[in-house]
Nanobody, 121 residues
Framework: QVQLVESGGGLVQAGGSLRLSCAAS????????MGWYRQAPGKQRELVAR???????TYVDSLKGRFTISRDNAKNTVYLQMNSLKPEDTAVYYC???????????????WGQGTQVTVSS
């Protein structure tokens, strides 16, 4: 069993910053990647940023200048630094972990329950 616990969401004013954290725990055989997704009301869940275990990062181009993903592999924790927040960033942000099955080595995806980020204008 794997559990992802997110923190750092909240209500901020436009132009402000937030730092999201996600700590993974449980019976994790291998972590291949961790990342952040978000879902705004009425929209599909979308990728925000992802970092592989080798340190390869993937960003949505429009967010590269404002959002930064980082990982502390020793703590099984991933962070998302969000700067210059805009009202359109308002969404539920979900942490994701891509792991490997202990026996088959197949990839398994785990999700956190999400943390609300609300940016006021």
């Amino acid at each position: 069993q794997v559990q992802l616990v997110e923190s750092g969401g909240g209500l901020v004013q436009a132009g402000g910053s937030l730092r999201l954290s996600c700590a993974a725990s449980g019976n994790i055989f291998r972590i291949n990647a961790m990342g952040w997704y978000r879902q705004a009301p009425g929209k599909q869940r979308e990728l925000v940023a992802r970092m592989s275990n080798e340190g390869i990062t993937t960003y949505v181009d429009s967010l590269k200048g404002r959002f930064t993903i980082s990982r502390d592999n020793a703590k099984n924790t991933v962070y998302l630094q969000m700067n210059s927040l805009k009202p359109e960033d308002t969404a539920v942000y979900y942490c994701s972990l891509e792991g490997a099955n202990r026996y088959t080595m197949n990839s398994i995806r785990y999700w956190g329950q999400g943390t609300q980020v609300t940016v006021s204008s």
